[in-house]
């Protein structure tokens, strides 16, 4: 039995990971926790289970910290984990490469898995896109389209970006060095290196991320769409099953799902 903690448990993706663990024979819910100030504090959010103001109040009474919330709490969250020998689950976009950077150094103290997409397909995506790359090589243009619903805060997604550091890191490059994400007016030819962005937020849409290879009179796509945040919950419960048996290190699906 694996007693899992969910971070933002109110939240869209908390509801959606909360309800999956419920549904999860071999998993126990131990706790749930929100910021102090939301207004269900308190609160029975699912039986037996009082919504907590901080993750203090419920780490030591669960085994894996599953945390979809605001990278600004993200990192405080994997501080504690770190410091209470616990092992965390984080599906957190936006952190800074400081943040990222402090999460993998407190990795060497606890089993973190961080990944910014946690649904299978997307992680097979991973896999398959490099292998193009690598295949293709420098005569195809490389532009990543990616689409979310109209409150998704971050852009461009964090699916986006690994894609991104994938296709770059496949040319020999960094994305730093070949990432273009803004185009506007009369901005030149097309460099030959370069992996373009291009962003869309509109309605509810949940999650679509396209890679396009184009050459002279031929172009490939690979795309991958989301119709409910299910299959990402099912993901982040996956990685807390396989993160109880390792030890500490920085880890992402693709050692989950053994694609490395």
Wanted: proline share 3%; glycine share 10%; net charge negative.
């Amino acid at each position: 039995m694996v007693k899992v903690i969910i971070a933002a448990a109110c939240g869209k993706m908390g509801q959606e990971i909360l309800n999956t663990a419920l549904e999860d024979p071999e998993i126990e819910v131990a706790g749930v926790f929100e910021r102090p100030d939301h207004p269900r504090i308190g609160e029975e959010i699912a039986k037996g289970l009082p919504l907590a103001p901080r993750i203090t109040e419920v780490i030591d009474a669960g085994d894996v910290l599953i945390d979809f919330s605001h990278h600004t709490g993200s990192i405080e969250h994997a501080r504690i984990v770190a410091e209470r020998n616990k092992r965390a689950v984080v599906g957190t976009t936006g952190f800074t490469s400081e943040e990222l950077s402090e999460i993998k150094s407190l990795a060497h103290k606890a089993p973190f898995v961080v990944a910014p997409n946690m649904s299978v397909g997307i992680n097979l995506m991973f896999k398959l896109v490099r292998e193009m790359a690598t295949v293709l090589g420098s005569v195809y243009d490389i532009e990543i389209i990616e689409a979310h619903h109209r409150m998704k805060k971050d852009a461009p997604s964090g699916t986006a970006l690994r894609l991104g550091e994938i296709l770059a890191e496949a040319g020999n490059a960094t994305l730093e060095e070949v990432g273009v994400f803004s185009r506007h007016g009369m901005i030149g030819v097309r460099t030959d290196r370069e992996i373009g962005f291009q962003t869309i937020r509109a309605g509810d849409i949940v999650g679509e991320h396209t890679v396009l290879f184009a050459a002279p009179g031929e172009r490939l796509e690979l795309t991958h769409r989301v119709g409910n945040r299910a299959n990402f919950a099912r993901g982040a419960i996956k990685a807390a099953h396989w993160l109880v048996r390792q030890g500490a290190g920085f880890y992402d699906m693709q050692d989950v799902l053994g694609l490395k």
